[in-house]
């Protein structure tokens, strides 16, 4: 089966499976637990032999995703549509592959209402919740969904009220930190990696190493990755035609957009009041050591380099709009005002506002080499508290939202990098207007040096904004 028509017969089956009723009764042989692939296989054919009904062939992927966890015999499949002879797949017994079919593929006797809070996302993507997903999730899936906006900090306090199995969250869409502030505070949430690859297949697209870990965190699998979000160069190509590809280079041009520069006050809400600088301080002087450790804030003080690299962060603030924008709502207007041209903030933020002509139509978004630092990633989490009913409910709706149809349509409608490793199934265009990931990914900064970071936020506006 060429790639193309794999690629369709998976969305229709996507659009189709709540219609479905699949039978393996007897399909699968007595005391089958593996198989060897063969050329021209594909795990749709090998389904439809061995469980009955191709349409089941997330379960082979799920339970040999697990199995490959444990035996590395196994291979680890992130891409179900390419598999290669030779490899070991787990085929699942008649019970299990029922089990998954009637209750993850189909929903079967689960709850038809689910309520998910959301303590990440801005004003853009609670209208994409709302004007996109939700709608596709009751269209799709059957399942209605209440939908709520909340703080972190409050919804934790909530679930540490909680008695086992009384719950009444029952899928949270998440900041990184928000996952190890619940670990801290003995708040339980299920394993989903790789406890429960053989119930979200899905999940086995994600990038292992994010759902290991979150900001240098041990967070054990409790989390799903949804999104990737990233600061990028942003420019107004009406007025800036070549941009600059590094921080040193933006530095070294600052002359050619003296005045021009956006840069959010460093005592903003927003976190490009951090990041910003955070940013171009790394370009010229290393805030942790090749173990990922912060410097200390005194050492570092006292090198030359920091204090060569404070001293042109200090300068490059001068090259910039004054005065400085309050928040970014302000950054934005000067764009549209055509008083700033160039800036560094959240490159799904800004290219949605491109879309909703609340920034300049000529808006880019461009790649500084140096290293950009990452914005706040998306993760789904599953509380323990709640009823097993909502669990299995909960799963099922974090396998849709990671399918290829869900995570193409993120990118390509809000621009933000996909949780799953789905890069050859994006369009060409998205390309064109954002940097590839294989080049983004390499210059992924993270905020490693807490000091550095307050001392920016706390003593910023008095060190850094111009006179």
Not at 13 to 42: F, R
Not at 135 to 163: C, F, H, T
Not at 356 to 362: E, W
Request: charge should be negative.
């Amino acid at each position: 089966m060429s790639k193309r028509v794999w690629t369709i017969a998976f969305v229709l089956v996507l659009a189709l499976l709540p219609a479905l009723s699949v039978s393996v009764a007897g399909a699968a042989p007595l005391g089958q637990e593996t198989y060897t692939v063969q050329k021209d296989d594909s795990l749709w054919n090998i389904a439809e032999k061995y469980l009955g009904n191709g349409a089941a062939y997330p379960a082979i992927m799920g339970a040999t995703n697990k199995k490959a966890t444990e035996d590395e015999t196994f291979p680890y499949i992130t891409d179900p549509g390419v598999i290669q002879p030779g490899w070991k797949l787990a085929i699942p017994s008649e019970a299990t592959a029922t089990e998954f079919i009637d209750t993850y593929m189909l929903g079967k006797g689960l709850p038809t209402e689910i309520t998910l809070v959301d303590t990440n996302s801005g004003a853009n993507f609670q209208k994409y919740w709302q004007e996109y997903v939700i709608p596709q999730i009751e269209a799709d899936l059957g399942i209605k969904v209440n939908y709520l906006v909340s703080k972190s900090s409050e919804q934790l306090e909530r679930m540490k009220a909680w008695e086992a199995g009384q719950g009444d969250v029952h899928l949270l869409f998440v900041k990184p930190e928000t996952i190890p502030d619940a670990l801290e505070q003995d708040i339980g949430l299920e394993t989903l990696y790789t406890d429960k690859l053989d119930i979200i297949p899905n999940l086995g697209k994600c990038p292992r190493n994010y759902l290991m870990q979150v900001l240098g965190t041990d967070i054990g699998g409790k989390g799903a990755l949804y999104w990737r979000s990233q600061y990028a160069l942003i420019y107004n190509s009406e007025y800036i035609t070549d941009p600059p590809t590094s921080w040193k280079e933006f530095y070294d041009r600052r002359e050619e957009w003296k005045g021009h520069i956006g840069i959010v006050r460093p005592d903003a809400k927003s976190g490009s009041s951090y990041r910003i600088p955070y940013s171009f301080l790394n370009a010229f002087v290393a805030m942790a050591d090749a173990e990922d450790k912060a410097i200390p804030l005194e050492e570092l003080q006292a090198t030359q380099e920091w204090q060569d690299a404070w001293a042109k962060l200090q300068d490059f603030y001068t090259y910039a709009k004054l005065p400085l924008p309050a928040e970014p709502p302000n950054m934005f207007e000067d764009f549209n005002a055509g008083d700033t041209w160039i800036s560094f903030y959240a490159m799904d933020y800004s290219l949605w506002s491109r879309s909703q002509g609340t920034m300049p139509p000529t808006i880019k978004s461009g790649f500084l080499a140096e290293g950009m630092a990452a914005g706040s990633d998306g993760y789904l989490i599953v509380p323990t508290d709640i009823p097993d009913e909502y669990k299995a409910v909960a799963y099922r709706l974090i396998n849709y939202l990671l399918s290829d149809q869900q995570q193409v349509q993120l990118i390509t409608t809000m621009w933000q990098y996909t949780g799953t490793d789905i890069w050859d199934k994006i369009p060409d265009e998205v390309w064109v207007t954002i940097p590839a990931w294989e080049d983004m990914e390499p210059a992924r900064l993270r905020i490693l040096n807490s000091e550095v970071k307050s001392l920016i936020k706390e003593q910023g506006a008095d060190l850094l904004v111009p006179k």
